[in-house]
């Protein structure tokens, strides 16, 4: 049994019916209304609360890796099987954070590159609705106290089970799949190891990108996502993508003043 900080600080993975329940719920199945995200409805609004479970569960990034990820640090690799979107990531938690990490096809299925990348300046934030706070300034904050309500909203808020939680599951995923290689396993993640360092010196980008992108296309969902296949022409921006983006800066920044508005 761990003890101490460790034990304070251990998660657990996301259990399959827990994980169903999240990815089946208003959310994602529809919900009221923008202000009504766990009441069932018909709306389906695509912005941060929506995409980061998805990137979290299929890629393992951390919180931050995503949250405070810039549009140019999307880029595309071709390589020998089609190009190959993915996030750079410079920095990090820690000497292990820096890699590129692809897409998903289900996350670019549902049209990820043409509502959040396609056509925006590189120098804008990936989610432009986390208004940074806290010390740090920090868009990952913002996102933390959302997914937390929201969690709780649907009832599937649980000790020790949160959005890094994900990164568990992908990695207990891949572990339990044969043939696949640990190095490639912390390559993904992010965790500095010996085996991850004497691999990787072996492989150019054009080399591993691909080993990687069959990585988190073998990573599954429990949960039917099929009605979320974006259907708009791809590879170009998504019809009002950008009065959506700013509706949802907006929202944000109206709930921020409400927050600091003093009570009395």
Known sequence: MKKGRKARNERFNWPAS??????ESPLYAGCSSIFRRAKPGNEIHRDALFWMPLLART???RENETCDALVGDIKVQDTGEGPIPYLEIT??????SPRDVPFADLVLDMGFLEQRVIGRAPSEPLFPELIPQG?????SAAFTDRF???RQSIKVYRARIDFHSFRGNVETDLKNMAGINQAWIDELIGHESIIRRSEG????KRIL???LRRL???IEIKADLSHLRYLGTRGVAAPKRDAELARHVALAEKEMKKKAKPIG
């Open 135 to 139: 010390p740090g300034k920090r868009r």
């Open 18 to 23: 827990l994980e169903k329940t999240l990815f």
């Open 216 to 218: 988190v296309n073998a």
């Open 148 to 150: 937390s309500y929201y």
């Open 201 to 204: 010196e072996r492989y150019t």
């Open 59 to 61: 890629m393992g990034t």
């Open 209 to 211: 990108l691909p080993i």
């Open 91 to 96: 920095d990090g938690k820690d000497s292990g």
